[in-house]
């Protein structure tokens, strides 16, 4: 049963443009959400998180929203380039567990591609 | 600051082989991780170490078992080998778990084929 879904594989925008990737989940309990990117023969790097207290988190050309009634969040990169090119995967967690941080439920992950 | 590390690289094992996979956190991370990353499945947790107990096993047979040195450095340990285990094996350390704030950092990964 996947908990957290990435439903689009994959995803091309032209640079410049803005990139909108997507997540669901199905757990009532996760209460923190994370975007991690991943490089080829790389392992997956942090990239912003979100607390279910919050709608909105932004970080420079990032931006993640959180729709709690939905069980929705997204991940906004404005404007796209070239080397946000990487695979993108949703996480999640509930604070209520032990170690929450390190027990992380990914996503199937989306490949995005940013065309020059 | 040195980042996570895991060694090897890449390891080739045939069938009921048994393989143990290493990794050092960053220096002063207490909790060490285990990911287990295919293409059908994506990331998948497998345990997690803290102060060399296990704190949290993800739902993975008892073939994969871990463990954490008092340095903090982590093995993880694949026992009769299935084709099924070829993936890619991601180790991550973390400072502190008992808030969500913490990130995680993850190693590059051991890749391990089984034929």
């Known amino acids: 049963d996947q908990q957290v879904k990435q439903n689009s594989p994959s995803l091309s925008v032209q640079e410049g443009r803005i990139s909108i990737l997507n997540c669901d989940y199905t757990?009532?309990?996760?209460?923190?959400f994370l975007w991690y990117k991943k490089y080829p023969a790389e392992g997956p790097t942090f990239l912003i998180s979100?607390?279910?207290?919050?709608d909105k988190n932004e970080d420079g050309r990032f931006t993640v929203f959180l729709n709690k009634s939905a069980k929705h969040l997204s991940l906004h990169i404005v404007p796209s380039q070239p080397g946000d090119s990487a695979v993108y995967f949703c996480?999640?967690?509930?604070?209520?567990?032990?170690?929450?941080?390190?027990?992380?439920?990914f996503g199937k992950g989306i490949t995005l591609s940013v065309r020059p | 600051k040195a980042g996570v590390t895991q060694t090897p690289r890449y390891l080739i094992k045939t069938r009921g082989q048994q393989v143990t996979l290493s990794c050092s956190p960053i220096s002063g991370h207490r909790s060490v991780s285990w990911y287990q990353q295919t293409p059908g499945q994506g990331l998948q947790f497998l345990f997690e170490y803290f102060s060399e107990t296990q704190r949290n096993k993800g739902n993975f047979p008892g073939r994969f078992s871990g463990r954490q040195f008092s340095n903090s450095r982590s093995e993880m340990n694949v026992s009769t080998l299935e084709l099924g285990d070829s993936a890619l094996y991601l180790c991550a350390s973390s400072r502190d778990v008992e808030t969500t704030n913490e990130k995680l950092f993850f190693g590059s990964g051991t890749q391990l084929s089984v034929l």
């Open positions: 979100i607390s279910s207290i919050k």
């Open positions: 996480a999640a967690t509930s604070s209520l567990h032990t170690g929450a941080n390190s027990k992380l439920t």
């Open positions: 757990n009532s309990m996760f209460d923190y």
